[in-house]
């Protein structure tokens, strides 16, 4: 199989924003980063853990900088370790340079209970020891900052400089782990989910070049001369209630990429909507996201594999359809959670409908040759499927704050990595194959980093160990999924009488939305759940 990246990632023209490229928009700049180290960490716990191992190792003159959909100043980030409040606001007492972004929610109010404040209460903390994280409320009207990253920069070794990407935001619920317990923190969702929703998540460490450009990408965002806050005497009122200015301090000089750590090829794709005020550096939005994608399915032939929060939307659900019709020996697997995480009586249906028609077009394409599955625990409790991955044929992948949805695609900021590693498959020896991140957890490190990936998660999922060779046969891994999720599900039918199954698989089946409820379904989906931030000559049409 052909691993060259140029086959695989967007040039400068297919990302359709030239100015928007990494390294400062410079002209001949490339479009993706060569010779990186990128490890893959499922679930929060890992995450976490990595997270504080590098932050507590931090000296008066390093650099944080992150950004985030929703953060808990007393989220643990170990078991019975500080909370992310008091990490950050620590390290900024301490003379580390901690600057972030975090979402202004639309219906944040000052006066709202705690949990509605969040990233309020987070800013506060961090600025109150002489920090700077801001409320961010420069997005498309019904749209929201999405991306989560953090950047990790030393004054005097830049070959340690570390940048986190992917599905976990700094908040409740998420600091779960392979055995799906659920988080002690929780946030309320779905009651099906219990009072300690399970939650599946999944993030990559990134060393070497490619560390400045999530940087770049940060400084973006940061620099744009927008206010902060929307136009309007209620946000002005919010935004001086918090404690918050309307534009942000400016940015110290960039410094160079830190120098080549591994065998890994990365290219960050984006979305931004469409908006008024425009993002100065995407001032006609930006969807390299769903065009990466385009590409990458137009390439697949053997396997796609999606864990995704929604799997909504018959834009997304088209392009897959498509090379299941291109190629009759593709094979898709996705995992999505049981059941939204609301799915009340409005929001729903809403939430349903979308899954509902994108399914549909995927199974009449290529009935025999989907399947859809969701997870649950060993005690029966539903799995929240939050993670963002993506893997085609064992070679690209990726890993970041979008989802399967028109939202992500068009709307949201987000942030993803594809990565492509440049190792031979076949590779053994001293070779820089055998350093993969992984190998000390169990992957097999004489494979690539996709291969490795999928390994780890199927094996956690069917109950079977990475060596089993069944999970090295893609051809026949939908036979797999299908057998082990017949068997718990037959399992729960007979009444759990026999020894349960191994693994977490069952079958997923979308809830009905009825004609009555499509009368309002149909409008929220469009509007609020799944919104279309393209340009208008877009809208209506499969292109991005």
């Given amino acids: 199989m052909d691993g060259d990246a140029g086959t695989w990632f967007l040039s400068r023209a297919e990302r359709g924003n030239l100015a928007t490229d990494v390294h400062a928009g410079a002209a001949g700049s490339p479009a993706w980063s060569e010779g990186n180290l990128v490890r893959p960490l499922v679930h929060g716990a890992s995450y976490f853990a990595r997270l504080h191992e590098e932050l507590a190792a931090l000296q008066a003159g390093d650099r944080v900088w992150f950004t985030d959909w929703r953060g808990d100043a007393d989220e643990r980030l170990l078991a019975?370790?500080?909370?992310?409040?008091?990490?950050?606001?620590?390290?900024?007492?301490?003379?580390?340079?901690?600057?972030?972004?975090?979402?202004?929610?639309?219906?944040?109010r000052v006066s709202a209970p705690m949990s509605g404040r969040s990233n309020e209460l987070l800013s506060r903390k961090i600025n109150d020891a002489g920090g700077e994280v801001l409320l961010d409320q420069r997005v498309r009207l019904f749209g929201s900052h999405h991306q989560k990253m953090f950047v990790i920069r030393r004054r005097d070794?830049?070959?340690?400089?570390?940048?986190?990407?992917?599905?976990?935001?700094l908040s409740h619920s998420?600091?779960?782990?392979?055995?799906?317990?659920?988080?002690?923190?929780?946030v309320a969702i779905d009651p099906r989910y219990g009072k300690r929703p399970p939650w599946h998540d999944a993030a990559l460490e990134l060393r070497g070049p490619v560390v400045a450009d999530v940087l770049a990408v940060f400084a973006e965002r940061w620099n744009d001369p927008h206010p902060l806050d929307r136009r309007t005497p209620y946000r002005m009122l919010l935004q001086r209630l918090a404690r918050m200015p309307r534009h942000p301090k400016p940015l110290p000089a960039t410094a160079p990429p830190p120098p080549p750590a591994g065998p890994h090829s990365v290219q960050l794709l984006r979305t931004y909507g469409v908006k008024h005020p425009p993002f100065p550096f995407a001032p006609e939005g930006e969807r390299s996201i769903a065009r990466g994608y385009a590409k990458a399915f137009a390439r697949a032939r053997s396997l796609i594999y999606i864990e995704?929060?929604?799997l909504w939307s018959t834009e997304v659900a088209a392009g897959i359809a498509a090379a299941l019709e291109r190629n009759r020996e593709l094979k898709v697997i996705a995992v999505v959670p049981r059941y939204p995480?609301?799915?009340?009586?409005?929001?729903?249906?809403?939430?349903?409908?979308?899954?509902?028609?994108?399914?549909?077009?995927?199974r009449r394409t290529a009935p025999d040759r989907v399947g859809v599955f969701n997870l649950e625990n060993g005690s029966g409790t539903p799995i929240y499927v939050h993670a963002k991955i993506c893997i085609i044929d064992d070679t690209w992948f990726t890993c970041g704050s979008d989802n399967f949805n028109r939202r992500s695609w068009t709307t949201d900021s987000e942030l993803s990595c594809a990565v492509l590693d440049t190792t031979a498959a076949d590779a053994h020896g001293d070779t820089a194959a055998e350093r993969l991140p992984g190998a000390e957890n169990g992957q097999d490190a004489s494979r690539p980093l996709a291969r490795g990936l999928r390994l780890q998660l199927w094996a956690e999922h069917l109950g079977l160990e990475q060596d089993d060779p069944r999970l090295h046969d893609t051809a026949g891994g939908l036979k797999l999924w299908n057998t082990a999720a017949d068997l718990l599900d037959r399992w729960h039918e007979t009444g759990r009488r026999s020894p349960r199954p191994s693994g977490n698989v069952r079958h997923h089946t979308t809830e009905p939305v009825s004609s009555l409820?499509?009368?309002?379904?149909?409008?929220?989906?469009r509007f609020v759940a799944d919104p279309d931030g393209r340009p208008r000559r877009l809208r209506g049409t499969t292109r991005f």
């Avoid at 070794?157 to 935001?169: K, N, Q, T, Y």
């Avoid at 409820?517 to 989906?525: E, K, M, V, Y």
């Fill in 80 to 108: 019975d370790g500080p909370s992310v409040g008091d990490v950050l606001a620590g390290l900024a007492r301490a003379g580390v340079e901690v600057r972030g972004l975090v979402w202004r929610s639309h219906g944040e």
């Fill in 157 to 169: 070794d830049p070959s340690r400089d570390v940048a986190f990407i992917g599905g976990l935001d």
């Fill in 174 to 186: 998420r600091r779960d782990d392979a055995d799906h317990a659920g988080d002690p923190q929780a």
């Fill in 308 to 310: 995704d929060q929604y």
């Fill in 341 to 362: 995480d609301s799915d009340g009586p409005l929001m729903g249906p809403a939430s349903r409908i979308g899954q509902l028609r994108a399914l549909k077009m995927l």
């Fill in 517 to 525: 409820q499509r009368l309002w379904a149909d409008p929220i989906s």
